[in-house]
């Protein structure tokens, strides 16, 4: 049984959410395709150059991101607070961006009208308002443009992505680190690379990148390629940082990375990253998530009990992804 897009993403339940979209006929379209004898490689940057635009004008951050030879893996949070602080010029020059102004708008701009204009622009303000934090509206904006240009160098048209995204919706701490983690951990998983700062065009390669050119030179901050959502610098977490630091995070991901590569069975190294511990995450079943289709969940992760609240909001006493999540987060 399929569900509404508004109510598989439901803000009031989390803002964080993990995205894949996939090319046509799995396709090897943003890579080497051997069946038609191309090399598509240099379109990952249009990705990065297409989410680095898009932050100029949604409320919506990327916390973790991976893009392979035919999809591509994104963490998102969206930030509803933000949205809701902009003025209504602001929000205006923000779709500005993307889209062509309303008539409408164009009108109250110039202050003619009268009050009858002045209500409707405002009233469709709020509405761009509404779409500049809604995931869809993101998704649509980066896959369309991304389809066009691809059927423009190819000469082509028709269907570039093999339908609309897919979306997973991250219900707590524990949620979130494994989705990151799946998704920076992506090229070493399909055996593109060895180790995650050899895997270019994810987030972790992005992140150890801009830690080696902070070491060679020392107060110059670099461009960041794709703007990401910073980690929890101290004990005390802001609003936005992510909950846990970014040392953790790179022994988690070093940890994970070198256990599915070893593809040991049955044993785990004891000196497992503490965060698992912190988390209440097993080990074992961490490693197993990490693998080759680990990612087992379908439209929400988290523990036990959220996943639970989560199928009761969408009226079902059921919802896949129960048993793993049993197994991976221990109880508290």
Known sequence: ?????????????????????????RAWLWGFDEYAGKDYSHRKQWVVQRLRHLANSFAIDVCAYAIMANHYHLVLNVDRNRAASWTRDEVVTRWAALFKIPVVIQQWQQRTGGDAVREKAEAKIESL?????????????????????ANTEDRCTGR????????QALLDEPALITAMAYVDLNPVRAGVVATPEESEFTSIYQRLAAIASD??????????????????????????????????????????????????????DARAPPILDRLKIDAYAWTTAMRPHGNVFGRALGQLDRLRLHAKMLGQSWIK????????YRAA
């Open 1 to 25: 049984m399929g569900y509404a897009r508004k109510m598989l993403i439901c803000l009031d339940d989390t803002t964080y959410y993990h995205v894949m979209a996939r090319c046509v006929r």
């Open 129 to 149: 308002r509404r779409r500049l934090y809604d995931i869809s509206s993101y998704m649509a904006c980066l896959n369309a443009h991304l389809a066009r240009r």
């Open 321 to 328: 992804g129960i048993a793993e999540a049993r197994r991976l």
């Open 215 to 268: 070491k060679r030179a020392p107060g110059v901050i670099p461009e960041p390629i794709v703007p990401l959502v910073d980690f929890r610098s101290d004990e005390a977490t802001t609003a936005k940082a992510l909950p846990f630091t970014l040392r953790d995070y790179l022994m988690l991901l070093d940890w994970s990375g070198r256990a599915i590569r070893a593809d040991k069975r049955g044993t785990i």
């Open 160 to 167: 570039f992505w093999e339908g609309r995204f897919k979306s």
